[in-house]
């Protein structure tokens, strides 16, 4: 199971904190992606960690204003997404899935528990 934390109103130009917190499994087995999804728009990669967080990758709008990062201890993915646009307003979503090596994945068919979602928004 995992549970996203951390949306909410921000201004353009500022930062904001995305947590992913699962449970139920050994979650050091899990690579973890970002997803986000705008109004009528598809589902669309943000970011995405290895299962021990030594490889990630991102999308290309937010490469440089983003880090990915993970705390296996605590069973937690962070996003962090800086210099916010409105374009970035959206529902976030993080992914898991058992990966056997270290492998990062950027399809959204990749993975197999999603969680509900937390809403950003961004206002100018």
């Known amino acids: 199971q995992l549970v996203e934390f951390g949306g909410g109103l921000v201004q353009a130009g500022g930062s904001v904190r995305l947590s992913c917190v699962g449970s139920?499994?050994?979650?050091?087995?899990?690579?973890v992606g970002w997803f986000r999804q705008r109004p009528g728009k598809e589902r669309e990669f943000v970011a995405s960690?290895?299962?021990?967080?030594?490889?990630?990758d991102y999308k290309e709008s937010v490469k440089g204003r983003s880090t990915i990062s993970r705390d296996n201890a605590k069973n937690t993915v962070d996003l962090v997404i800086n210099w916010l646009k409105p374009e970035d307003t959206a529902v976030y979503l993080c992914?898991?899935?058992?990966?056997?090596?270290?492998?990062?994945?950027?399809?959204?068919?990749?993975?197999?528990?999603w969680g509900q979602g937390t809403q950003v928004t961004v206002s100018t």
């Open positions: 992914a898991a899935k058992i990966t056997v090596t270290g492998a990062v994945i950027s399809s959204s068919r990749g993975y197999d528990v």
């Open positions: 139920g499994r050994t979650f050091s087995d899990y690579g």
């Open positions: 960690i290895s299962r021990a967080g030594t490889k990630v």
